[in-house]
């Protein structure tokens, strides 16, 4: 099928701690609409049948919990499939953002999927019922091609975001289409946790996920194209990913991914959206990647001394690492019940350093969640104290085989390259209670060949 998503560069209130009036409030989300507006239009030219916007992209973010009310829609959560917001707009009142979506569905005959602030007025009685009287949730809408509301999504896990109610139980949400079966919905910081994400695939056997994000890069191990690959690597899924572009704040990373091959867009130098539309092929579900090939011998760890390991801070979380020294080696590094093995060949020596670093436990900074990561990244210079930078581009072309004892069945592969691209692995799986990841010479320079291990259990 074909699939658009756009990364939008949203126009944003310059004072969104500000009240202003409902009607403002339209006129700022009317500009961001009529964006949206020309690009369902060019992904309908180009044959797309579904196109995904991003997170916060009509009405933007660093909103107060009272200023983003004018902003908010009235949208029903168990209307779905019964109600047209473009044929029937009078049924509620303040739908004018969803009744725009829905026309612009229906008018381009394209599924669409969007991200939107809403209320629901709350009784009293409700012991959950917040003080003002109302819920306000993130919201994606996914609305059919002839404009009917056919599931909504009122995000779960909130990324600092004040403005917003957390559902009292997940929304599993998802909708059927003609030409691939069911999508699942999901947002932003969502994919990181089991509920809704994990549980919604694996509950419903779902190949294919639709992701608005709002995503705030980290390197090495959380850039958004990075992880997003993985996901889809993970889980055998393909994703549309559409997030906001904003590279002043570290926003951008964008794309089409099927386990095996992916197509995005990663630019923090210029401004402005970019449409991606591409044809993947529809997974079903007895579809099986490449990656499942039987892998080569996990070889057993050599005898040879380890050079010494040093501590350096990634991702706020305090690694143990050892240097990847020489043209060619076997290394080790453990914490706690995790032990990580390198097996390297460089192609040719740069004077670049490398390390192989190891974490297990409980990563505290902007969200708490539980970690078991095996990590070779490029050091940010040639001291190990800059081990754990943000890096975006190296020269080093590397032949590894990289394997965990990771406790937890829940790997997600990265495999990032010089300028942020993606590159994939040759072989990967479990082996012998241990998940391994091995690639003959990367596409271009190194950045990080990682196992991202969550345990979701002991978040």
Not at 101 to 110: G, H, T
Not at 123 to 146: H, I, K
Not at 292 to 308: F, H, L, N, W
């Amino acid at each position: 099928y074909v699939a658009a998503v756009y990364e939008h560069e949203s126009i944003l209130s310059p004072a969104p701690a500000a009240r202003v009036e409902r009607r403002s409030a339209l006129e700022l989300m009317g500009r961001n609409l009529d964006i949206y507006e020309q690009q369902v239009l060019a992904a309908a030219r180009q044959g797309a049948q579904i196109i995904v916007f991003p997170e916060d992209g009509i009405h933007g973010f660093n909103f107060t919990r009272s200023s983003i009310y004018p902003y908010l829609d009235f949208v029903p959560h168990s209307h779905s499939g019964k109600w047209n917001p473009c044929r029937e707009p009078y049924l509620f009142n303040d739908t004018e953002v969803v009744q725009r979506l829905s026309c612009m569905a229906l008018k381009n005959r394209i599924f669409l999927v969007a991200n939107l602030g809403t209320k629901q007025p709350c009784e009293r009685a409700d012991p959950g019922c917040p003080s003002d009287g109302r819920y306000q949730f993130n919201t994606n809408v996914a609305l059919a091609a002839d404009g009917a509301l056919l599931a909504t999504y009122r995000k779960h896990n909130l990324y600092f975001e004040g403005a917003f109610d957390t559902p009292a139980q997940p929304d599993h949400a998802f909708f059927d289409t003609p030409f691939a079966g069911k999508f699942g919905m999901f947002t932003c910081f969502d994919i990181l946790f089991f509920e809704p994400a994990v549980n919604l695939i694996r509950q419903y056997n779902l190949k294919q996920i639709v992701y608005p994000t709002a995503w705030m890069n980290q390197l090495p191990l959380l850039s958004a194209v990075e992880f997003q690959q993985a996901f889809a690597t993970a889980f055998n899924v393909n994703i549309l990913a559409a997030n906001i572009h904003h590279p002043t704040l570290g926003m951008t990373g964008s794309g089409i991914y099927t386990p095996v091959k992916s197509f995005i867009y990663h630019n923090m130098e210029s401004y402005g959206g970019k449409l991606i539309v591409a044809e993947i092929p529809v997974i079903t579900a007895d579809y099986k990647t490449s990656l499942e090939k039987t892998p080569g011998r996990v070889s057993e760890k050599g005898k040879e001394q380890s050079p010494p390991s040093f501590y350096a801070e990634m991702m706020y979380d305090n690694f143990t690492f050892v240097p990847v020294w020489g043209e060619k080696g076997e290394l080790q590094v453990c914490a706690n019940t995790l032990c990580c093995y390198l097996n390297y060949q460089r192609a040719v020596l740069t004077d670049e350093l490398y390390a192989l670093g190891v974490f297990d436990g409980l990563h505290t900074v902007h969200g708490t969640y539980y970690v078991q990561a095996c990590a070779l990244v490029k050091c940010g210079g040639l001291s190990f104290s800059t081990c754990g930078q943000e890096v975006t581009d190296a020269t080093a072309l590397i032949d590894f085989q990289l394997w965990g004892n990771m406790s937890t069945p829940y790997i997600f592969p990265l495999l990032l390259t010089s300028g942020i691209t993606l590159d994939f692995a040759d072989h990967m799986g479990w082996k012998n209670n241990h998940y391994f990841l091995s690639k003959n010479r990367t596409s271009s320079g190194l950045l990080t060949a990682a196992l991202y291990g969550r345990w979701y259990e002991k978040d």
